[in-house]
């Protein structure tokens, strides 16, 4: 099956350049890129002007597989996922239980077999993501992990994470964390301040993100493991980022979109939502991540989609749970910072698709001849507001509800397959 | 109409004029409950529900108070050992009390936004008695009332709050409601009981207790709790008082007709020494409770006559049953 996809706005985050041209979809790969016609017998689709850029590589994707399918399963994610661009999931390994072990691994890699869209997993670093005893990391690789984390949970014990990081290294795996230092921010809903103050809520000093990162990059350094932090979100962490990356260690990071978009304030009148973690921070650290991200010295932008039920959400701020949905609303949210003039389409593929394809060593992430189909086709411009409840994932919180939005995905392909299509609804 | 609000749920959303409004109202109770026969029928027919998720005396009794002298039918629900324990959710809570149709709910609760987050689901008023390390804005009222009433005004004083600031919503209520009302806010104590980001408040931090005082018109104490005095924030009792301990010798340096304040129940030779507490000339302690009762009158008239007029233009409109 041959698809030509003709008069795109063709967006190369390789080459950092964006051009009109054709593409040519053949036996799942990028056959040809160009002002080339239509090969004989190729299923044409006019795009129209629209952008067509790889599919997005979402990194920290929670799942609620196993234990908690009521706020998210596989299927709605793969679907969520699809309409939003997203054409692979890298899932957390948050779930209960924790895939920390290869069977465990074997249930959700079977479980997410027909999605519409790739998916690989993460597995968990320590047992039951404790932080006590290292998992068995040999067989998890074996048996598919792309990289091992605790997600949020912070080890404390600077042995244990000696001991895993060096074994990890000596295997090649890849380790991500999430820096944070666990004693200042225990307890904590918000980013301590004037606004913490103003609601007499509990808050962690922003300064708690970079003694999470120094101390983890004195571990790197120590141990020579290939490491990426979760997400970087205050201006004070980025110095220390920097020199590790000066002196040659093998270290990337992320954030999430909603960290770029939205600051303290949003939480207003305690609007849980905007509960994340880590919180949100203060307009100056936003800006400076928008430039962290431009300068590329911040690789990664992901969603850090975290399905909770409106239960868990319709409490006390301190009380309620922490985190949002954004496989759906990921690459609308992201447009942002192109419309303000913040980042260039191919600046912000580089972080959605490209980087994370190479960081984990995935073949997608290339706008190129010979590349995997994965494909995204949007439009930029397209304004919408955001019904949280049209959201295909099945816990609907986002902190974008009734937002203004701009961009929106027309076609969705994986392996040249197209999984979804904006005029039918889904493929 | 001089006070809009439906609710009464911080001190931050009132706007100066609301505050004269209630502390004016205030005054005329205070006459009043100083009669031998104290009840008028302003709240005649209504039901007041007092939801108390903390424990609280001195509160509760004062709002019991007010609602009984306004004639309302009032109802205390003692939440520690309610459905609450069984596990059933705040919002649970309220949906459960607002098919009871109350007209003013009294909510006191342990964390901060949960007060607000309670009144979106119910259509009665719903009053604040103090929510987490947020607001109480009654007591800041109150407060306000008493300073008015000693000062003869509630501008251009300068008041020192002097404690444990960061726990309190109190302090928090009461700088709002002083700056609004344009006065000069000291905060005094150890830097670790003061909140982040103070310094972004307008108002002036002192760690030394006899800067802070110095010139004060008003002297305002908080509560330091007892969870709080073993090592956690400060080094132990004895020294906190040494420093931070209202007594004659720092109150000095506060103007000679300064008054000294303190939201109670008092913790004697922690923040504040028993002579301080108990001499007449300077201590308005016992006052604030008496003015305590007069707020909570006026914010409850208040609201149900904004209730009425809701109710009543609903009724014109025939929207409401």
């Known amino acids: 099956m041959t698809l030509f996809l003709q008069n795109a706005r063709l967006i190369d985050p390789e080459a950092l350049s964006e051009t009109t041209g054709n593409l040519v979809i053949d036996a799942g790969q990028i056959a040809a890129i160009g002002p080339m016609s239509a090969p004989a017998g190729a299923e044409v689709i006019d795009c129209a002007g629209a952008c067509l850029a790889p599919g997005i590589i979402d990194w920290g994707v929670k799942i609620g597989e196993p234990g908690e399918r009521h706020v998210e399963s596989f299927r709605s994610a793969g679907m969520a996922a699809a309409a939003g661009g997203v054409t692979t999931i890298i899932a957390r390994p948050d779930t209960a239980p924790a895939i920390d072990t290869p069977e465990v691994l074997e249930f959700v890699t079977r479980r997410a077999a027909d999605l519409p869209v790739r998916i690989r997993h993460m597995a968990a670093l320590t047992k039951g993501r404790a932080g006590r005893e290292m998992t068995e990391i040999g067989f998890l690789m074996d048996a598919g992990a792309v990289a091992f984390t605790d997600a949020e949970h912070v080890t404390e014990d600077a042995k244990v994470l000696n001991r895993a990081f060096t074994y990890a290294r000596s295997l090649g795996a890849l380790v991500v964390g999430h820096p944070q230092e666990p004693g200042l921010s225990k307890g904590a809903a918000v980013t301590s301040g004037k606004f913490a103050s103003l609601r007499g809520l509990p808050g962690v000093s922003p300064m708690a993100e970079r003694m999470g990162l120094e101390r983890d990059l004195a571990l790197v350094e120590m141990t020579g493991v290939a490491w990426h932090a979760d997400q970087i979100t205050t201006a004070r962490a980025l110095p220390a980022l920097e020199r590790a990356r000066k002196a040659g260690l093998d270290v990337t990071a992320g954030i999430s979109v909603h960290h770029l978009t939205l600051n303290e304030f949003d939480v207003g009148e305690y609007r849980t939502f905007f509960k994340l973690t880590p919180p949100l921070r203060s307009e100056e650290d936003r800006l400076a991540m928008v430039q962290a991200v431009a300068d590329g010295l911040i690789d990664v932008i992901c969603s850090q989609h975290t399905p909770a039920d409106e239960e868990s959400k319709r409490l006390p701020f301190e009380e309620a749970a922490s985190g949002a949905v954004g496989l759906e609303t990921l690459l609308p949210a992201a447009l942002r910072l192109y419309h303000s003039g913040a980042l260039s389409l191919p600046q912000l593929f580089r972080a959605l698709s490209l980087n994370p394809a190479r960081r984990l060593g995935l073949p997608q992430g290339r706008l190129a001849e010979g590349a995997p189909a994965d494909l995204v086709l949007f439009d930029p411009e397209a304004p919408f507001v955001l019904d949280r409840f049209a959201l295909r994932s099945k816990a609907k919180n986002t902190p974008f509800d009734g937002a203004r939005m701009q961009g929106r995905v027309r076609a969705t392909f994986v392996a040249g397959r197209k999984v979804y299509d904006a005029t039918e609804g889904r493929a | ?321």
């Open chain 2, 1 to 321: 109409m001089a006070f809009r609000a439906r609710h009464l749920l911080g001190i931050e959303h009132l706007a100066p004029e609301e505050i004269r409004t209630v502390l004016d109202l205030a005054d005329r109770y205070v006459d009043l409950n100083r009669r031998t026969v104290k009840r008028t029928d302003a709240l005649a027919g209504m039901t007041q529900i007092n939801m108390f998720f903390e424990n609280s005396t001195r509160t509760q009794s004062s709002f019991e108070l007010a609602g009984k002298r306004l004639g309302a039918d009032v109802m205390n629900m003692s939440m520690q050992t309610s459905s609450v324990k069984k596990g059933e959710t705040l919002i649970d809570t309220a949906l459960t009390l607002n098919a009871m149709h109350p007209d003013l709910l009294v909510v006191r609760h342990q964390n901060s936004g949960a007060v607000d987050l309670l009144a979106q689901k119910v259509n009665c008023a719903v009053i604040n008695a103090g929510d987490g390390k947020h607001e109480h804005p009654t007591q800041a009222l109150l407060d306000a009332l008493t300073i008015r009433r000693a000062k003869g005004r509630i501008q251009r004083l300068t008041v020192a709050i002097c404690g444990d600031v960061a726990h309190s919503r109190v302090a928090r209520s009461n700088l709002i409601l002083l700056g609004k009302m344009e006065n000069r806010v000291r905060l005094v104590g150890p830097p670790t009981l003061m909140p982040a980001g103070i310094g972004e408040f307008g108002v002036d931090v002192c760690d030394d207790m006899r800067a802070g005082l110095e010139g004060a018109d008003v002297v305002m104490m908080l509560r330091l709790q007892k969870e709080r005095m073993d090592g956690g924030f400060i080094p132990s009792e004895r020294e906190y008082f040494h420093r931070y301990g209202l007594d004659a010798e720092k109150l000095a340096y506060a103007k000679p007709d300064a008054i000294v304040m303190h939201p109670g129940p008092m913790n004697r030779g922690v923040e504040i020494d028993g002579t301080i507490a108990d001499d007449i000339n300077r201590s308005v302690i016992q006052e604030q409770v008496e003015m305590g009762v007069a707020v909570r009158m006026a914010v409850m008239d208040l609201l149900a006559q904004n209730l009425r007029a809701e109710r009543g233009r609903a009724l014109v409109e025939g929207s409401y049953v």
